[in-house]
């Protein structure tokens, strides 16, 4: 049987003009210990004729309903036997050197969570840096948990590698949740392990187009009082004893949103929200002040890549 390390979950929903993109991208790390599974959900605009065409090179299921990304990725998940679960999504695209990256950190430290820096790009996926090489040190800060992440991150489903057993034993995504969806399962794996942040290099390529959920600020507002009553609900691990930690974290998700709110006019959401949230966010610059008193945590380096074919897999 096929010894798999890493099971590389890509999901998509009506993007066809992007989906070769991303598969593309996944098969090209290459290797014996990668497997590549893709969930379209319910599309209608033939994407799945598309993904047909890559015949055994993908592990492919195409759902009868539209359920939204985080069922979608829990599907992908149940269908894996890796080690690691390295979400793509649809409109998104692995670098070339990605794998390698993840492995070198993973074989080093043995994270429970990585989470990945990002370029961003519109139109074409941009082939000149599409060749780039990672020669540069692999430069990164490693946590005992999610919640001591002293430094901010773009959080995307496409920049998230996590232990299989741990993001199960959380239940994986939320299947209700959607905007807010990579914050939630931030929370959820708060303390389920170390996590390593990579500053650098970039790893995956971040499409911006008009379609990007990012776009959608009222769904985020609205998202932010699930998070709050998540945590209010004793939802989210840690007890009575971290919950300064977990305010915080949900501080800043409820204060960058409020911005982005007021940008669009949308007032009364955001009063709802920073009435709702306010502990939340008064425990944020609260942390904040104690980071610039104390200091971050340190960025480690790491010269050259790890082999993935002499790598222990055991």
Same mark, same amino acid.
């Given at each position: 049987?096929?010894?798999?390390?890493?099971?590389?979950?890509?999901?998509?929903?009506?993007? #066809?003009?992007?989906?070769?993109?991303?598969?593309?991208?996944?098969?090209?790390?290459?290797?014996?210990?990668?497997?590549?599974?893709?969930?379209?959900?319910?599309?209608?605009?033939?994407?799945?004729?598309?993904?047909?065409?890559?015949?055994? #090179?993908?592990?492919?299921?195409?759902?009868?309903?539209?359920?939204?990304?985080?069922?979608?990725?829990?599907?992908?998940?149940?269908?894996?036997?890796?080690?690691?679960?390295?979400?793509?999504?649809?409109?998104?695209?692995?670098? !070339?050197?990605?794998?390698?990256?993840?492995?070198?950190?993973?074989?080093?430290?043995?994270?429970?969570?990585?989470?990945?820096?990002?370029?961003?790009?519109?139109?074409?996926?941009?082939?000149?840096?599409?060749?780039?090489?990672?020669?540069?040190?692999?430069?990164?800060?490693?946590?005992?948990?999610?919640?001591?992440?002293?430094?901010?991150?773009?959080?995307?489903?496409?920049?998230?590698?996590?232990?299989?057993? &741990?993001?199960?034993?959380?239940?994986?995504?939320?299947?209700?949740?959607?905007?807010?969806?990579?914050?939630?399962?931030?929370?959820?794996?708060?303390?389920?392990?170390?996590?390593?942040?990579?500053?650098? !290099?970039?790893?995956?390529?971040?499409?911006?187009?008009?379609?990007?959920?990012?776009?959608?600020?009222?769904?985020?507002?609205?998202?932010?009082?699930?998070?709050?009553?998540?945590?209010?609900?004793?939802?989210? !691990?840690?007890?009575?004893?971290?919950?300064?930690?977990?305010?915080?974290?949900?501080?800043?998700?409820?204060?960058?949103?409020?911005?982005?709110?007021?940008?669009?006019?949308?007032?009364?959401?955001? &009063?709802?929200?920073?009435?709702?949230?306010?502990?939340?966010?008064?425990?944020?610059?609260?942390?904040?002040?104690?980071?610039?008193?104390?200091?971050?945590? !340190?960025?480690?380096?790491?010269?050259?890549?790890?082999?993935?074919?002499?790598?222990?897999?055991?």
């Amino acid at each position: 049987m096929k010894l798999v390390r890493y099971s590389i979950v890509i999901t998509c929903y009506n993007q #066809r003009d992007f989906i070769r993109d991303a598969v593309n991208s996944a098969l090209a790390q290459g290797d014996d210990d990668t497997e590549v599974i893709v969930v379209d959900d319910a599309s209608s605009d033939g994407s799945c004729e598309v993904l047909k065409e890559y015949g055994d #090179r993908i592990t492919f299921r195409q759902m009868d309903r539209n359920g939204g990304p985080s069922r979608s990725r829990n599907v992908g998940a149940s269908m894996a036997n890796g080690q690691y679960l390295v979400f793509l999504d649809g409109d998104d695209a692995l670098m !070339p050197h990605a794998l390698n990256i993840y492995n070198t950190i993973i074989e080093r430290r043995r994270p429970m969570l990585v989470l990945a820096a990002i370029s961003q790009f519109s139109g074409l996926v941009p082939q000149a840096r599409l060749e780039e090489a990672a020669n540069g040190p692999l430069k990164f800060v490693e946590y005992s948990c999610a919640m001591s992440k002293d430094r901010p991150a773009f959080l995307s489903s496409s920049a998230t590698v996590v232990d299989r057993e &741990a993001f199960l034993a959380v239940g994986g995504w939320t299947p209700d949740i959607f905007h807010g969806d990579n914050k939630d399962m931030m929370m959820k794996l708060g303390y389920a392990g170390s996590l390593v942040l990579i500053l650098e !290099p970039k790893t995956v390529f971040y499409r911006v187009h008009a379609g990007n959920s990012i776009n959608d600020i009222s769904s985020f507002l609205k998202s932010g009082h699930r998070l709050i009553a998540n945590e209010r609900s004793g939802h989210y !691990p840690g007890g009575r004893a971290r919950a300064f930690e977990r305010y915080a974290a949900l501080g800043v998700f409820v204060f960058f949103w409020s911005m982005k709110g007021l940008t669009v006019g949308l007032w009364t959401d955001v &009063a709802k929200l920073t009435v709702a949230g306010f502990p939340m966010v008064l425990a944020g610059a609260v942390q904040r002040c104690v980071i610039r008193l104390k200091g971050l945590q !340190p960025v480690e380096s790491i010269e050259g890549l790890e082999s993935r074919r002499s790598s222990n897999h055991g």
